[in-house]
């Protein structure tokens, strides 16, 4: 039965090639465009190394000041008395409260003294981003983006390493000059990214860093994690690190021991941030530690939206009907090829019926055409966009985002595969699988 | 109509029994504004083994009244029993079924899927049936044959004269052995050469494996060497 369903599809599908060539292509167009977006999105938001435990993540990018007055108005008026003279008088009005705020990293004194002693912990890390280095070789200069991080920061995240390893606790305590790099700054700094980098020195700034491992490049360029050498953050000047100011350049990050304990942890960051004792000559008077878990803290990051639940709402609300429109259409399309097609077939639906075929084999049978069309149409749109893929990510065109291409990415593109087949092809089948017989055959 | 279930595909309906019963069967057409009687108190009754012939001017209900007795549609009023089972729905998988086993039909344009090879066109009803592929292919090769065939099994119909078409359009009705066979105009594309020829197998069939044939024709002389004529005229059975 089914080979004979499968014959028949091939050889309709030849039969009408300009049908088949617009049916292939708007199916093959939709999937590659949904496989590439499938695919940002796995790649920036996918349970993909260094983010295996994103779901457990909270991060706390930053720390804001805030005070907090009322809005007092003086109005002066003048007044002409009964004798002639004026008197001022004066009124003051008291107004809604008003608001300052400063808002920025946070130091790592700050960190060190508040951020340790948390209970549903796993681990955390304070690290400082956003740092620019120069690397100098045999008389060339390149530059890099370099995070000062604590050890711990290597348990946080589980980066791949290709080569050697993390720097530990003690070079942290002892301020070891090593460094992790990226293989694309291997690659850059030395032409090799291979084993014999480790152990090498690297000229970074005024001082030289042996290098103690080599990472795969993240496939997204998170503020997490977007640097090229990592050091540890004791090798920063010793201003950097004992700078009493509650701003400086570190941020934090701290990992749940399970999923369902992040919440917990969000509690006891923030039950700190609003008990925490502001210095006696600030001149605000409260404290909050941003925090949130991955997803929010990256959709509040694109926004700049504080509310993290109004972040997530305003991001993915309208990716979500983009994306729907965007099924939708060719998937209109489809179906209305699909019905001009069945209409065409009227007689031999007639026959089938006729000879047996119950409404739901006249169904089956359709659907299952549909699927044979959309799976070729998947196929060609798998590997456009495989080739799209590669292309973007050979040549950099997202920046430090490369597109993944994983198991997951493929899980989902079956899916929308087989809804394609089966939307398009359901109406126009059901509606023949109803017709009259005679009627079919007239 | 749930007795249908129960009858073997290759049962045979004694020799002169009923096979099909037509009583007081009217059919009318509705539209908005006008109603057509097609057939009206139509009342006829096949014998098993008989080979029937209807007549009659176009229009005056021949076809319809091969449709319901082929259960494709539906009557207005009026009672239809095939083969002892008195049809009591027109829809559902058990109708299917009952068409698959007992009845096998002959259209005037063929209405063979142009898509299909002539073997595959065959096996039709038996993909309808728990037949395995081999099996399907040995009964379709084997209707072929009967229909002198066999030699065009992997063409199309597409490269085959209308008599070869029709020949085809034989083999797949008669591929499942059902009692009936019910033929609109078998002939009526064909020249009269190739009429004789598919006449001829219909005669075959009728005598030497006793199904039971009704054909719709405008042509006296075919209907002539059928055991029975009915005439129609304004839906209703003039002789």
């Not at chain 1, 003048?78 to 990293?105: A, M, W």
């Not at chain 1, 390149?142 to 711990?152: G, L, R, V």
């Not at chain 1, 006696?280 to 694109?302: K, M, R, T, V, W």
């Not at chain 2, 249908?4 to 009583?23: C, F, Q």
Request: proline share 4%.
């Amino acid at each position: 039965m089914f080979k004979n369903y499968l014959l028949l599809s091939l050889k309709v599908l030849k039969r009408k090639p300009f049908y088949t060539f617009i049916s292939l292509f708007g199916i093959s167009f939709t999937l590659t465009i949904l496989m590439l977006i499938t695919s940002l999105f796995d790649a920036t938001l996918g349970n993909n190394q260094p983010l295996t435990h994103r779901d457990r993540l909270v991060i706390a990018p930053s720390l804001e000041r805030t005070r907090t007055e009322t809005d007092t108005i003086l109005a002066v008026d003048t007044l002409q008395l009964k004798d002639g003279t004026f008197r001022l008088d004066s009124t003051y009005t008291y107004e809604d409260d008003i608001v300052s705020t400063s808002n920025g990293p946070m130091s790592y004194n700050f960190a060190d003294k508040n951020l340790r002693n948390f209970e549903n912990v796993e681990h955390y890390a304070f690290y400082s981003d956003g740092n620019h280095i120069d690397g100098y070789l045999d008389g060339r200069k390149y530059s890099f983006q370099a995070y000062y991080t604590t050890a711990s920061y290597w348990d946080v995240f589980d980066f791949s390493f290709q080569f050697g390893g993390p720097f530990y606790q003690e070079d942290e305590d002892q301020a070891t000059k090593v460094v992790v790099i990226t293989d694309k700054s291997a690659e850059a700094y030395f032409g090799v990214a291979d084993a014999s980098v480790i152990g090498q020195d690297m000229m970074l700034g005024d001082e030289v860093f042996r290098v103690r491992g080599i990472i795969d490049r993240p496939l997204t360029d998170s503020p997490l994690f977007a640097g090229d050498v990592y050091m540890p953050c004791t090798t920063l000047n010793n201003r950097d690190l004992s700078s009493t100011e509650l701003y400086g350049g570190f941020s934090a990050v701290f990992l749940a021991p399970t999923p369902g304990q992040r919440s917990a942890l969000q509690e006891e960051i923030n039950f700190m941030s609003q008990n925490f004792e502001m210095p006696p000559d600030s001149y605000h008077d409260a404290l909050e530690l941003f925090n949130s878990p991955f997803i929010e803290g990256y959709a509040q990051g694109l926004l700049n939206e504080r509310d993290p639940d109004k972040a997530m709402r305003l991001l993915f609300i309208p990716i979500v009907l983009l994306l729907l429109l965007f099924v939708a259409l060719p998937l209109l399309n489809l179906i209305n090829l699909n019905i001009g097609r069945v209409h065409e077939r009227k007689s031999e639906i007639g026959v089938r019926k006729a000879f047996g075929a119950n409404a739901r084999d006249i169904l089956y049978q359709f659907i299952f055409e549909n699927l044979v069309l959309t799976f070729i149409g998947g196929a060609i749109g798998l590997l456009f966009a495989l080739g799209l893929i590669s292309y973007i990510n050979k040549n950099d065109i997202l920046g430090i985002t490369r597109l993944s291409y994983s198991t997951e990415v493929f899980v989902y593109f079956l899916l929308v595969i087989i809804f394609f087949g089966f939307l398009s092809g359901i109406l126009p089948a059901y509606r023949m699988s109803r017709a009259n017989v005679a009627e079919s055959l007239r | 109509m749930t007795a249908a279930s129960t009858t073997s595909p290759t049962s045979k309906t004694p020799a002169g029994t009923a096979m099909i019963e037509i009583s007081n069967v009217s059919k009318a057409y509705r539209t908005d504004t006008i109603e057509t009687l097609a057939l009206q108190k139509m009342n006829l009754t096949v014998a098993s083994g008989e080979f029937l012939s209807i007549m009659g001017p176009s229009g005056c209900g021949k076809s319809t009244l091969l449709n319901i007795m082929g259960l494709i549609d539906e009557p207005t009023e009026g009672t239809v029993s095939l083969a002892g089972h008195k049809i009591t729905s027109y829809n559902g998988t058990d109708i299917a079924r009952f068409r698959n086993e007992q009845l096998g039909f002959i259209f005037q344009s063929f209405h063979l899927i142009n898509d299909l090879s002539v073997v595959d066109n065959v096996e039709l009803p038996l993909l309808y049936r728990k037949v395995g592929s081999r099996e399907r292919r040995r009964l379709s090769l084997e209707a072929l044959e009967h229909v002198g065939l066999s030699n065009r099994a992997t063409h199309f119909p597409n490269q085959l004269s209308g008599g070869q078409k029709q020949r085809v359009a034989i083999a797949r009705a008669i591929v499942g052995r059902p009692n009936i066979i019910l033929a609109d105009e078998p002939t009526g594309n064909l020249d009269s050469h190739m009429g004789d020829e598919i006449m001829d197998i219909l005669l075959k069939l009728n005598s030497e494996l006793g199904t039971t044939i009704v054909m719709v024709t405008h042509d006296e002389r075919m209907a002539r060497k059928t055991h029975r004529l009915v005439r129609l005229s304004d839906g209703e059975r003039v002789s």
